[in-house]
């Protein structure tokens, strides 16, 4: 049975969720944290190390202004409320990618960064203003700067993601099957899971039934 160290999830379908129930794609974004509680939950109850959890790309600032102030009003209002229970619960947070927000937003991230650090039962990554290609680019930039070698190992350590294990699943929620610009580094021999469900709709069951799912098959990298 394959152990799951690291599950990384695209949580699609907020907007047309909320535009389905209640006439308003920010409703849908309000809902999807009910969404995240549960995961969050589940991955404990599993004892998954390693949640990364992709909430802001750096092309969703194309979107209309209104939408991307809610998003991020939204998630301060939700880590102020929950920072100190994830702290207490031995929860530790990282941000990837960079902290381009109000200057109120950047403190909160780098506060609630600072204060679980050193935390151990779960690690979760918010990827926020993040996008793969342009952590692939700052990697090596970083190496070329400091004269060192590119290769497979260096880039890896220059990333975001440094440290943290590539996934062993991707979940993509909202019955599109794309990778949007997430991971594409880490997610060379991770398992691919698409659900139907738009994210506030995908439950505790439905991230069950994929972690059943993945302890069945068999992994070769590249062996037979
Ligand atoms: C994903 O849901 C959440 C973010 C990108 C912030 P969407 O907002 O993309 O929802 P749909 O895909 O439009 O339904
Ligand atoms: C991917 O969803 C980004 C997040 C879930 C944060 P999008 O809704 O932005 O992806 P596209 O634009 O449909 O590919
Ligand atoms: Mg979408």
Redesign the pocket.
């Known amino acids: 049975m394959n152990s799951i160290n690291h599950v990384a999830i695209?949580?699609?379908g907020n907007g047309r969720w909320g535009l389905k129930n209640y006439n308003s794609r920010n409703k849908g974004h309000k809902a999807g944290l009910k969404t995240v509680e549960s995961i969050i939950k589940v991955s404990i109850k599993y004892k998954i190390k390693f949640l990364t959890l992709?909430?802001?790309?750096t092309?969703?600032w194309k979107r209309p202004k209104s939408e991307i102030n809610y998003l991020f009003k939204l998630l301060e209002n939700f880590l102020e409320l929950k920072i100190k229970k994830f702290h207490k619960n031995n929860i530790k947070l990282k941000i990837l990618g960079e902290k381009m927000f109000s200057k109120k937003l950047n403190n909160l991230l780098i506060n609630s960064e600072k204060l679980t650090k050193k935390n151990s039962k779960l690690q979760i990554n918010l990827a926020l203003n993040y996008g793969s290609r342009k952590e692939i680019v700052n990697a090596t930039k970083k190496l070329n700067s400091r004269k060192l070698e590119i290769n497979e190992k260096n880039i890896s350590k220059n990333l975001y993601t440094s440290n943290i294990p590539d996934p062993d699943i991707l979940i993509r929620t909202g019955k599109?099957n794309?990778l949007?610009n997430?991971l594409l580094w880490q997610i060379s021999y991770t398992e691919i899971f698409f659900s139907n469900k738009l994210w506030p709709d995908f439950n505790e069951k439905d991230f069950i039934k994929i972690i059943k799912n993945f302890q069945k098959i068999k992994r070769n990298f590249g062996e037979i």
């Open positions: 695209i949580m699609d992709y909430a802001f790309s092309e969703n599109t794309r949007s997430f």
